[in-house]
């Protein structure tokens, strides 16, 4: 009965997750592997403040469609304020206006972004720079040396310097680069009393050299389009015009930059947000790769013929929960694994779910720098906690401490791997710290127990079913999949059901009770 | 699920984890009558219902305040068991046989400090040896003495059978000798010897430790073969009326054969370990089939050991069954 029950469910599990499954890849062409180069992008910008009952006017810069990216679609999530956008001077601008706020409010911009390619041909639109007069030019030259000031002088011998040691325009600037940096000559240091205050900082700095130099620069505050991540911080870069175009350099070395990754939003020092009637301002910008054309395609396709697909697709949700999704979409498939381990192949682990929590750990810092971290982490928590248990405390009040060593170890680790400038230390403050301790914990016990074989059999259990797990959450193509086809994960589930009503033997008992196979035999 | 590499164990009739707790467990023990079992409290009220012989109760302590009963209790009986009331695998125990100023004589000799002793009674209370999470009571009861004829067979602790009970039929048993490596506890993974019984006579049929086949006891080189266990139908008539009286369909109950009382109850377990089947070379499905497909079991204690005896024997149930029905 039970099992018929069963039997049901699983076949209408599996019936629906396939039926969804290929009417999205067939009908609606959804692609079943990701396309890894893919150049188009997600960005989101978050802006939180606080009204104070006044009216408010808050201003937003928005990333522009000309030059290397052109915005495909845009949208607001701003409710109970009224929205323009205005292009002045300093760029584009979200205009948010509201006759009254008390109280936070939370406003979202989000753009798709796609990156021109221009082996294409795509016309270059962005405005060309009126021409300044080039230092170069020697009646430039002779006005500058005519009009004696510190300031003249100073920045006479630099372009001088740089101009001498450069073959063209290109090593020209990187010559300027370099001399304007080195904050330790004199020429610069005058510079930087006699200019404009704000050449303090290199990049202004930079801009006001190559300016005056005759090459036309601008610095540039935008993102770096790289990884997805939730928090993309804000860069400033300078851009100059080079051969008729427009070119994205660092600003330090003026080394160029990756045009198709460098998305400008403001120029010339504007800001990104201003106006009046909030306070506790804060603003931040996620990015995420998107899902190459074909998947867009794919979604368009869908509004058309089925819109319940793209209702319940998780792509059409905000950003920083898309994000949050990609790792949760994969738990499922953990805990498949750790049913396979523990029912059909009977690995011995601390705890049920530990390898896969233990896993998600991992998935912060690198395989076997997480590897490293938990074994030195747990190895110096049971020896404290062996010492703990001399000076006889109590259960609780043990476990706790063993926790804030635990978080003082971590501590302790961030600390000297940013002091030896090795990066992992930071990302383990992911690291799960009761699951560690809860480890420790029941590690001691088993030790205590069963004894020490028994207890590092399990621990390294636990280990081991942290690798395939790993494999699993770190995985591009499954991520994909996952975030693209969700319904498979009904058959992820159809799967754990089944086993769940399996009564067969475990691997490990068919070493554990292999004498009665052998005599079953003896005795026919 | 006769497939692959394990038909062969299908085919010797072995009894897989996997299926011991979906087709026996899950089927015959409900949820509810979990605790009569799991709280060793309830289990010697039950037991007593049952008319069953227990160790007598000393003292129960429930809460960190009371810990200093354990004081008055060494000064009356000199010699008693402290034990978790929901321990599982036998953690926490400790055996104490005298009393001395400092603290108290443990059966190797040592003397445990007070400061140690009440350590342990909290972290019992506390719930470390516990099944599930939360707190605990500790049980402070009498010391089995064990029969003589163990002074040779138990290394440091108290030897126990085993009974596998189904349906208030008993369907396999062994012997379960503690050893120097498991620490004077008789659970076979901590090192114990388990020995394969002969249902119906009550002797010894072979030794195994570490799952590993032996003859000798490792500690007394002792042979565990072929050796008479005292008071064996007293035992199988103790297992049978106490697995019917409890409610639970599987069962395992571990009986210490006691030098004055006989046979007493040590404890049931509602999740009893499989391993019993290399210390009998048996597959326990086989023997649980038959009795599964009874309609239904004899009342009288008597007519469920006559059924025990047959089933070990491969004989059919048939006849009992027709007994039953007219009956």
Known sequence: MKRTQLLIIVCVLIATALGVFFFKVTQLGFPVVPDLDSDTWTIESKVSFRGRGDPVQLRLALPESQGQFSIVDESFIASGFGIETVTDETGRRAVFERRAQDGSAVLFYRAKLVSIDRRMGQPENRAEPEAISDYRRSERRRAIQENATPLLVALDS?????LEKSAGERSFITQLARLSADRNDDRITTIIEGGPPEIDAAADRLVFMLNAAGTPARLVRGIILDTD???APLESWVEYWLDGEWISANARTAEPLDNSRALPIVYDGASIVDGDGFRRLDV????????????????????EFAPWVNATSLLSLPIDLQLVFRVLLLIPLGALIIVVLKQVIGMPAFGTFMPILIALAFRETS?????????GIVSVGLLLRAYFNQLQLLLVPR????????????MFIALVGEASGFQTGLSISLFPLVIITMTIERMSLTWEEDGSAEALKKAAGSLAGAVPGYWILTNEYIEHVAIVFPELLLIVLAIVLMLGRYTGYKVTEFFRFKVLEDSEKVER | MKFGPFSKLAKAGVLGINSRNLDFIAAYNPRRFYPLVDDKVITKKLAIEAGVTVPELYGVIRYGGEVHLIEEIAQKRKSFVVKPSRGSGGGGIMVFNGTAKTGLRRMNGQIMPWSDIKYHLNNMLSGMFSMGDGSDQVMIEERLVPHSAFSKLAFGGVPDVRVIVFRGVPVMAMLRLPTAESDGKANLHQGGVGAGIDLITGVTTRGVQHNDAIDLHPDFETPVRDFQVPGWPEILELASRLGHHVGLGYVGVDIVICEHKGPTLLELNARPGIAIQTANLRGLRPLLEPIHALQKVPEDVEQ???IAKANWNGEPLDTFAEETETA
């Open chain 2, 304 to 306: 469920r050991i006559a």
């Open chain 1, 158 to 162: 630099v372009l001088t310097e740089a």
């Open chain 1, 229 to 231: 991540t939730r928090q």
């Open chain 1, 284 to 303: 931040s910008w996620s990015v995420a790769r998107n899902f190459e054309s074909q998947l867009l395609r794919a979604m368009e396709r869908g509004e």
């Open chain 1, 399 to 410: 476990l706790a401490a063993v926790l804030i060593i635990v978080t003082f170890l971590m």
């Open chain 1, 367 to 375: 395989l076997f720098t997480g590897m490293a971290l938990f074994v």
